[in-house]
C-alpha cells in the first residue's frame, strides 16, 4: 500500500516537472515571439518614418531652390546683388537648415532605444512626434488639433509612447484618406483624470466598422488598409499595457474613431 501511494507520489512529481518544463518552453515561445513583432513594428515604423522625412522635407528644399533663383538669375545678367538682399536670404537659409536639423534629431532620438523610463514633460513629447508626421498629414490636408487641458510629466519609456501616438495618428491618416473624408481631421487631448494620464486621438473618419471592436488590436489584422502590417496598433497596446502599466482603449463616437490612452501619474 505504501508502495503504491509511493509510486503514485513520483509519478505526480515527474508529470507536475513535465508540466513545469512545458509552460517554460511556452513562455519563451511567446517572449521570442513578442520580440520578433516588436522588431517587425520597430521596421513598419522605419518604413513609415521615410516615407514621413520625404513629406518632411519636400517643403523647405523647394524654399531653398525658391531663395537661390533670383540670386542665379542676376548673376547671369549680370546684375548687381543687394547686401540686404543676400543677408536676408542667408537668414531664411539659417532659418530651413535649422528646422532640418531639428527633424533630423527628432527622427534618431525616436529610433533611440529606451534603456529605462524617465520622467518626461508630455507637451514636450507631443511636439517632438507632430514634428515628425506633420509633412505627411499637410499631404492630404489632414487638419491637426492639439488640446493641452494639462501639461502633466509623465514616468515611462518616452520613444515607446511616441511609437504609440504615431501608430494611432497615422492609422486614422491612413482611413481618412481611404474613405476620402471631406475636411479631414485628427484631435489630440490631453488632460488628467482621477491621478491617471490621459490621451484622447479623436477621427472624424467614420469610425471602425470591424465587430467587435477591440479586433483592431489584434495582431495582423488590417481591415480597410490595403498596405499596413496589420501590428501597429497590436504592438501600442502591448506598450501600453505591458510597458507602462497602462491601458489602450478605443471606441466609436458620432463622426470617428476615439482612441484613449490610460496611464497612471506617478
Known sequence: MRQT?????????????ELEKKVEEEVAKNRAKDKLMFQQSKMASMGEMLGNISHQWR?????????????EAKLQMNMPLDNNELQETISKLNEITKYMSTTIDDF??????????????????????????????????????IIIQKNPTMLGYKNEYSQVLINIINNARDVLVQRKIKNPQIKIIISEINGNIVTSIHDNAGGVSVKPIEKIFDPFFTNEKTNGSG????????????????????ENKNDGALFTIIIPKI
Open 231 to 250: 501590428i501597429g496598433l497590436f504592438m501600442s497596446k502591448l506598450i501600453i499595457e505591458n510597458n507602462m502599466d497602462g491601458n489602450l482603449k478605443v
Open 5 to 17: 501511494k509511493l509510486d503514485d507520489f513520483l509519478e505526480l512529481e515527474e508529470h507536475n516537472k
Open 108 to 145: 534618431r532620438n525616436f529610433f533611440a532605444k529606451d534603456k529605462e523610463k524617465i520622467h518626461f514633460e508630455l507637451l514636450e513629447q507631443i511636439n517632438s512626434t507632430v514634428n515628425i508626421i506633420s509633412g505627411s498629414l499637410k499631404a492630404y490636408d489632414i487638419k491637426l488639433d
Open 59 to 71: 517643403q523647405p528644399l523647394m524654399e531653398i531652390s525658391s531663395l537661390f533663383l533670383p540670386i
